[in-house]
């Protein structure tokens, strides 16, 4: 939560919403972090047990378990890598289906 917390703080910051865009950076300055990690509230909370009794698009499929991430990251400092991170950013944001949060 300490990230999220942060991040609102930012008064140029932005993130998309896209249910069949899925890609995972931040862009600050110069440098380009991407990555394989959620950086989503609900990325913070601990679950100890998953129980889910069906998927949507996966029939007979069920799991229960623990919820887990291993996350990478990759940072740049490539001003050439981050204005084409920032263009594809925009070219998400202009589609009809994304939902834009800014923090303002």
């Given at each position: 939560?300490?990230?999220?917390?942060?991040?609102?703080?930012?008064?140029?910051?932005?993130?998309?919403?896209?249910d069949?865009?899925?890609?995972?950076?931040?862009?600050?300055?110069?440098?380009?972090?991407?990555?394989?990690?959620?950086?989503?509230?609900?990325?913070?909370?601990?679950?100890?047990?998953?129980?889910?009794?069906?998927?949507?698009?996966?029939?007979?499929?069920?799991?229960?378990?623990?919820?887990?991430?291993?996350?990478?990251?990759?940072?740049?400092?490539?001003e050439?890598?981050?204005?084409?991170?920032?263009?594809?950013?925009?070219?998400?944001?202009?589609r009809?289906?994304?939902?834009?949060?800014s923090?303002?």
């Open positions: 939560m300490e990230f999220i917390r942060e991040y609102k703080k930012c008064p140029h910051s932005f993130y998309a919403v896209n069949s865009v899925h890609c995972k950076f931040i862009v600050a300055d110069d440098c380009a972090i991407i990555t394989t990690c959620n950086f989503t509230p609900t990325q913070f909370i601990y679950l100890g047990h998953v129980k889910i009794d069906k998927f949507t698009h996966i029939p007979n499929m069920k799991y229960s378990g623990i919820h887990s991430e291993v996350g990478q990251y990759l940072i740049m400092e490539d050439k890598i981050c204005n084409e991170l920032i263009n594809f950013f925009n070219q998400i944001c202009n009809k289906d994304t939902f834009l949060v923090v303002k």
